[in-house]
C-alpha cells in the first residue's frame, strides 16, 4: 500500500510581540510557503534551509508591523514573491508610522509587496494550494490562509482575526468589530470542526472548539 507524505508545516514565535510566522512545505517538489515572517529574517532562512525547502511565496494575513518585519530580507534571500491583500497596503507603506506609535521607532528594512490579493485565490507551492480567505476587522485587509491536503485535517492560519478564546482586537487603524464578528461567524465558522486553527499570537485551537466556547463569537456569546 503507498503511503502519502504528508505536508511539512513549522510554526514558530518571531519578533518583538511574538508573532507566529508558519513555513508550510510540499514534499514532493519543496516548494514553500512563510506566512507572517515577522521577524528574525535569519531564522526563517534558516529554517527552509534545515527543512530543504525553498521558498516560493511569502503572505501576509495582515500588515500590523509585528508580521511584516522580515518580509524584505527573506523575499532578498529566496526571491519568494510576496503577497498582501490589496486594503491592507495603506498600512504597509506606512509601517514605520505605526512602530512609531508603539514606541518603537527606528530603522525599517521594507520592499514592496509583489502581489495584491483580493481574497479567493489559490496559491500553489508545490502539489498545494493555500486559499485565501478574506476576514476583515482587524484591519480592512485581514486574511487567513486554508489549507487543506487531501488524507489530512484542515489548517487554518488565522492571523489576528481568531484566537483561542478569544478575537482580534479592533481598536486599532481600520479595526471594525462588526466585521471581524461576520468574518468568523460567516467564512470562518463554516469550517470543519476539526480544522486546527493556527492563530498569528498564543495558542492553537479548533474550529470546533471556538465555535462553542469563545466569549466573543461563539455559541454562547451576547454579541
Known amino acids: 500500500m503507498s503511503t502519502v507524505t504528508p505536508m511539512f508545516r513549522k ?129 480592512p485587509g485581514s486574511l487567513c490562509v486554508l489549507v487543506a491536503p487531501p488524507q489530512e485535517r484542515p489548517l487554518l492560519l488565522s492571523g489576528d482575526t481568531l484566537f483561542a478564546g478569544s478575537i482580534g482586537r479592533t481598536d486599532l487603524w481600520g479595526g471594525d468589530f462588526g466585521q471581524i464578528v461576520e468574518s468568523i461567524r460567516g467564512p470562518l465558522f463554516a469550517l470543519a470542526e476539526t480544522t486546527l486553527v493556527v492563530p498569528g499570537h498564543g495558542p492553537e485551537t479548533t474550529i470546533g472548539l471556538e465555535r462553542e466556547d469563545n466569549p466573543f463569537v461563539g455559541k454562547y456569546a451576547r454579541v
Open 11 to 139: 510554526s514558530f514565535r518571531v519578533g518583538a510581540l511574538g508573532c507566529t510566522c508558519t513555513i508550510l512545505g510540499c514534499p514532493e517538489t519543496r516548494e514553500a510557503l512563510v506566512v507572517d515572517p515577522g521577524g528574525e529574517a535569519d531564522r526563517i532562512v534558516e529554517e527552509l534551509k534545515q527543512a530543504g525547502l525553498t521558498a516560493v511565496r511569502i503572505v501576509h494575513t495582515h500588515a500590523h508591523f509585528d508580521h511584516v518585519m522580515g518580509t524584505a530580507a527573506v523575499a532578498r534571500a529566496t526571491g519568494a514573491e510576496t503577497a498582501l491583500h490589496a486594503l491592507d497596503r495603506p498600512l504597509y507603506d506606512h509601517v514605520p508610522d505605526q512602530l512609531e506609535a508603539f514606541g518603537m521607532a527606528g530603522p525599517v528594512d521594507m520592499a514592496a509587496p509583489t502581489r495584491a490579493l483580493i481574497g479567493g485565490e489559490a496559491l500553489a507551492f508545490g502539489r498545494h494550494e493555500a486559499h485565501i480567505l478574506h476576514t476583515p476587522g482587524h484591519t
